[in-house]
């Protein structure tokens, strides 16, 4: 059983805490793991590494324990199922200490090397993000590197907030403000754009990281995650303008329908009582109706949502993933093979 302390950690200054998401990654999860090691345990950086198994069913568990066995400062969080890539990066991001936190991809795509120079730019330039740009991505270009172009173009017209490359996994967070933020979804693409919701959007930079193509494995991702993105765009872009004043967003909307369906049915109201005019049949009249409870309708939902803002109170708690255990490095010996 895990603790609710465990998720409440106490801050370690100085300390970059290192979190990799793995989902049926047996091919490549060994040896991710122990690159990434070798790669930390070679610099005087002091150092935490998270990694969180999303409810693998192939052996990516086992691979996981092993490459840890000799790295005391590794923990390994098994969710109870696949609670998806958002979910997993929330679990690992609630259970770190680090003043800063480092996400990476479990594909061996993101380069470790890149880390400690990310960090250094983030501490000495008093920077909150530091993420990875694929300048040269090693993927195909009609299937991945074309659509991830649209898509980060278009997210930076929508939002207003500069977006050079969303999809790179390898990305450097000043811990402070990343837990101001709860990822929820699948909104570990736009975590960016989250950021610039507590933070001012000039402490957050790109660079161009080294991008290697997958050797093992096969990718979890495709074209078809377009229209997954695009909804969650949606949602990205009304957070972002209306998150504290929802009722603005709806009452900018219902108010122009109630007013003009009010209009409407005076009007008609107007003829059928000094006129004596036939107004049952007129296309008007079903206008005026419409209008008129579609406005008070968006109105009052603006009402609820102003109400949800100021109770929302238990979100920062709010957990979106369920751990079965926790496995420790240097004290957990994994399964002989079956």
């Known amino acids: 059983?895990?603790?609710?302390?465990?998720?409440?950690?106490?801050?370690?200054?100085?300390?970059?805490?290192?979190?990799?998401?793995?989902?049926?990654?047996?091919?490549?999860?060994?040896?991710?793991?122990?690159?990434?090691?070798?790669?930390?345990?070679?610099?005087?950086?002091?150092?935490?590494?998270?990694?969180?198994?999303?409810?693998?069913?192939?052996?990516?568990?086992?691979?996981?324990?092993?490459?840890?066995?000799?790295?005391?400062?590794?923990?390994?969080?098994?969710?109870?199922?696949?609670?998806?890539?958002?979910?997993?990066?929330?679990?690992?991001?609630?259970?770190?200490?680090?003043?800063?936190?480092?996400?990476?991809?479990?594909?061996?795509?993101?380069?470790?090397?890149?880390?400690?120079?990310?960090?250094?730019?983030?501490?000495?330039?008093?920077?909150?993000?530091?993420?990875?740009?694929?300048?040269?991505?090693?993927?195909?270009?009609?299937?991945?590197?074309?659509?991830?172009?649209?898509?980060?173009w278009f997210i930076s017209i929508s939002t207003g907030v500069k977006s050079i490359d969303l999809g790179c996994g390898i990305k450097l967070y000043r811990a402070a403000v990343l837990k101001q933020i709860r990822l929820i979804g699948e909104m570990h693409r736009f975590i960016p754009i989250w950021l610039a919701t507590v933070t001012d959007a000039r402490r957050l930079r790109y660079v161009s990281v080294n991008h290697r193509a997958r050797t093992a494995g096969q990718s979890k991702y495709g074209i078809s995650r377009t229209y997954r993105v695009l909804i969650d765009l949606l949602t990205v872009v009304f957070f972002l303008r209306f998150s504290g004043r929802p009722a603005h967003f709806f009452g900018a909307i219902g108010l122009p329908m109630f007013v003009a369906g009010g209009g409407i049915l005076v009007g008609l109201s107007v003829l059928k009582v000094f006129f004596d005019a036939a107004i049952g049949g007129r296309p008007m009249l079903m206008l005026g109706v419409l209008l008129l409870l579609s406005g008070i309708h968006l109105m009052c939902t603006g009402v609820l949502a102003e109400f949800v803002v100021r109770n929302q109170s238990n979100q920062s708690t709010m957990r979106t993933y369920v751990i079965r255990q926790v496995i420790e490095g240097g004290k957990f010996a994994p399964p002989a093979k079956p």
């Not at 409440?8 to 490549?28: D, H, R």
């Not at 990066?89 to 120079?117: K, W």
């Open 1 to 152: 059983m895990v603790t609710e302390a465990e998720f409440k950690p106490t801050v370690v200054a100085g300390l970059l805490s290192v979190v990799i998401p793995f989902y049926n990654e047996e091919a490549i999860a060994f040896e991710a793991c122990r690159e990434l090691i070798d790669h930390l345990t070679a610099n005087a950086q002091p150092w935490e590494l998270i990694l969180v198994d999303d409810g693998s069913s192939d052996r990516t568990l086992h691979e996981l324990a092993r490459a840890i066995q000799q790295a005391p400062q590794a923990r390994i969080l098994q969710l109870s199922k696949n609670f998806k890539q958002t979910a997993a990066l929330q679990a690992g991001i609630d259970a770190t200490r680090g003043e800063f936190i480092a996400t990476l991809d479990g594909d061996m795509q993101n380069d470790p090397r890149d880390i400690l120079p990310m960090l250094a730019l983030l501490r000495h330039e008093g920077l909150d993000l530091v993420a990875g740009w694929r300048e040269r991505r090693q993927d195909q270009f009609l299937a991945r590197k074309l659509p991830s172009k649209l898509a980060n």
